[in-house]
């Protein structure tokens, strides 16, 4: 989850000022995570605390309700906000972004992968209950359940085009006219082809942020599939985590040391 978060930092400034290049500073003082990282928070508690009689989807809902209440300036669209804000249950019908960028602690979660496609699509269909909404999500997270198992980039690409998306383009030939929208369908193939065609974590989320359209998401959701591929470099670790707040914070570490080996 630290990659996506880190995507998002470092994304967030680019968000409707598109940088349509790979030479920038990777994060400065006026980044901020978004609410592509509360969420992701909030999906990252749910899978910590669901209660015994409690199902994965109403913990997903208890979550995203009480942790996303206490940003409501972060970034949601109108109508995930007013969910939120007014403690709605049913979905929406969403297609939108929020179904991916959400997604990435559910891999790290789960090392059985028809149990770890399940959690996503109930964490998802709370509220993106429309097919492309819960396709960007669990093609998000079993890209980086494949990542988790350092399967080839060629595996990853065969299975995504297979199952998911087809990956006709290369980020090169996106760049000059890809512009921002908030869309799975226009997102999460962008996404998954920045990881595809990343050297290193850092390389990747700076991939994302260059292609451009709704850049702190599409660097979170790639930062997600890095993180599990390649390692996170300790300082770019530590600088992000500074932009988080104690809340946030301490659901990271919990989450890290419990599905994630890291103390
Ligand atoms: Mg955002």
Known sequence: MIGAIIG???????????HKSKEFELIVPECNFTDDTVMTCAIAEALMTKGERETLQEAAIRTMHSIGKHYPNCGYGYYFYTWILNDLTEPYNSLGNGAGMRISPVPFAFDDRAQML???????????????????????????WMARQKMSFEEIRQTVNEKYYKLY??????????EHVETCMESVPQAIEAFLESTSFEDAIRTAISIGGDSDTIACMTGGMAEAYWDVPEDIRELAEKYLDARLLDIVRRFENRYQNRI
């Open 169 to 178: 383009f290369t980020c090169d030939e996106i760049r000059p006219t890809y």
């Open 8 to 18: 998002d930092i470092a994304g967030s400034r680019f968000e409707f000022n598109n």
């Open 118 to 144: 399940e959690a996503a699509k109930a964490v998802t269909e709370v509220s993106h209950n429309h097919p492309e909404g819960i396709k960007g999500a669990l093609a998000v997270a079993d890209v980086i």
